[in-house]
């Protein structure tokens, strides 16, 4: 969880940064509200630790404005007195709690724990309520599996922010797909989406491709051209393979979306660009920071939000409805696909991923004569005997029949009563209906 601290005092706001680092959460900090406005408008944050006695700040507004701008958000504020008076109108403002100056820090945390419990079952909640929304997504994107259920809530979370977001998977796993969803779902869908493909640049044309340069910038440049943060204005620009952008860019472009100007290549003025930037790499960023071939201040300007897309073969109850959805684009007439072939295609591990299973279907929707893929069409890579289980997932697997055992057993207890066993298990009774449906617990099984 990401907090920010707001107040005027430095060494208030030193204090409880080490503080809350301390305690293991990332802390950004700002000194007026202004600041704390345009920091909750770059980063997920999830708390605003504000002191409301600050000169020159006007605490309605600023509160008023950050829950508007996240509705999620928990506001802490920190007052002078902590009468009954001061709780009333804190609460008025919008704000989840307050503490007295000066601040405990004991009850500063537990307040702080409180704020997370309630957000994690509000977003549980958001993500129900998103969940059985539908399936109209403006782009089709196969996910039966529960990772891709849980990726497809964030892209609708996410979207409509203004964050940058950094996708990381291996090769194939769909991480432009993810990246046009995500523009399509937000504002700026009627916008231009922009693509560059960071590896298939070469080095000395990068800078005026992205930024664009002036007539006579260098040998060549015979008119002015915009560049791709220009042509994305409005819209979204997807930087794809980030690794491979080099180093003497990686300033320039950090400064791009830190000021939201460019420089084109020859230009005396800079110009202001509203572009959202998405990334996507299937590099390890870490590393090549520590080794020093990746900017530390870009990574962490990129990585405000990260999206992981697991591997094919960590997901492969997708693999049925991938090939489904690539049998209708690719087949010329109706094909059926043997139940052995698909037995196949399902334990197959796809290094190349869904553009690799993608491309099978391509070739045995031509290839093949009757009415049905076999096994036997099949390329041998996918006939050899089944790998080992892949172990991923089985966490999530053993939480869950945990979580499963456990309401059970409660709702058992209370003879089925569920206000009573939502509050002998913390949550509340949206939830653990939720939780019911989700894994099938029936009413009438549990008196
Ligand atoms: N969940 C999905 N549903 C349907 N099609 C998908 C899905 N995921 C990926 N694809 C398709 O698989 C192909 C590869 O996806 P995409 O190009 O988005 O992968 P990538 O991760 O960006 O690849 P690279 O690492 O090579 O840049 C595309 O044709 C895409 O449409």
Redesign the pocket.
């Known amino acids: 969880m990401t907090i920010l601290v707001v107040d005027d005092e430095q060494v208030q706001r030193e204090m409880l940064q080490g503080f809350l680092n301390k305690r293991g959460y990332k802390v950004l900090t700002a000194s007026n509200g202004e600041e704390a406005l345009e920091l909750c408008a770059r980063y997920p944050i999830s708390l605003v630790l504000m002191d409301l006695c600050m000169p020159g700040l006007n605490g309605d507004e600023v509160l008023e404005k950050l829950r508007e701008s996240n509705p999620l958000l928990r506001v802490i504020l920190i007052t002078a007195f902590g009468s009954v008076e001061t709780a009333v109108k804190v609460m008025k403002l919008g704000a989840s709690d307050f503490l007295e100056k000066p601040v405990d820090l004991t009850e500063l945390a537990q307040r702080i724990e409180r704020c997370e419990q309630q957000q994690l079952i509000e977003q549980d909640l958001s993500e129900m309520e998103q969940d059985l929304e539908d399936d109209e997504l403006p782009l089709?994107?196969?996910?039966s599996s529960e990772a891709?259920q849980h990726l497809l809530s964030l892209v609708r979370r996410v979207a409509r922010s203004p964050w940058t977001v950094l996708?990381h998977?291996?090769?194939?796993?769909?991480?432009?797909?993810?990246?046009?969803l995500l523009h399509q779902l937000s504002e700026r869908s009627n916008g231009p989406f922009v693509e560059v493909?960071c590896a298939a640049l070469p080095d000395n044309l990068f800078e005026s491709e992205l930024f664009g340069h002036e007539k006579g910038a260098f040998t060549g440049a015979t008119s002015r051209r915009s560049g791709r943060f220009e042509a994305a204005q409005g819209g979204t620009l997807f930087l794809?393979?980030i690794g491979e952008l080099p180093l003497g860019l990686q300033a320039k472009l950090l400064r791009a979306l830190q000021e939201k100007r460019i420089c084109p290549v020859g230009a005396e003025l800079e110009r202001e660009v509203d572009a959202r930037v998405l990334v996507?790499t299937?590099c390890d960023l870490p590393k090549m920071v520590q080794e020093g071939r990746f900017r530390e201040d870009l990574y962490y300007r990129l990585n405000v939000f990260e999206m992981q897309?697991p591997p094919l073969r960590q997901r492969r109850e997708?693999i049925p409805?991938?090939v489904e959805?690539?049998l209708e684009q690719y087949a010329l007439r109706p094909i059926q696909i043997e139940p052995a072939a698909m037995d196949a295609l399902i334990k197959y591990d796809y290094p190349g991923?869904?553009?690799e299973?993608?491309h099978l279907i391509q070739r045995l929707a031509t290839l093949v004569r009757g009415p049905v893929i076999r096994r036997v069409d099949l390329p041998a890579p996918l006939l050899q005997p089944p790998q080992p289980e892949n172990n991923s997932g089985l966490l999530t697997e053993r939480v869950e029949a945990v979580e499963r055992q456990m309401l059970l057993d409660t709702l058992r207890q209370y003879h089925g009563v569920q206000t009573r066993a939502a509050e002998a298990l913390g949550i509340s009774e949206r939830v653990l209906r939720y939780k019911m449906s989700k894994y099938n617990l029936n009413k009438e099984d549990l008196k």
């Open positions: 089709p994107v196969a996910a891709m996708i998977g291996e090769t194939g796993t769909g991480k432009e797909r993810i990246a046009r493909n794809d393979e996507a299937n897309i997708d409805m991938l959805n690539f991923n869904v553009r299973l993608e």
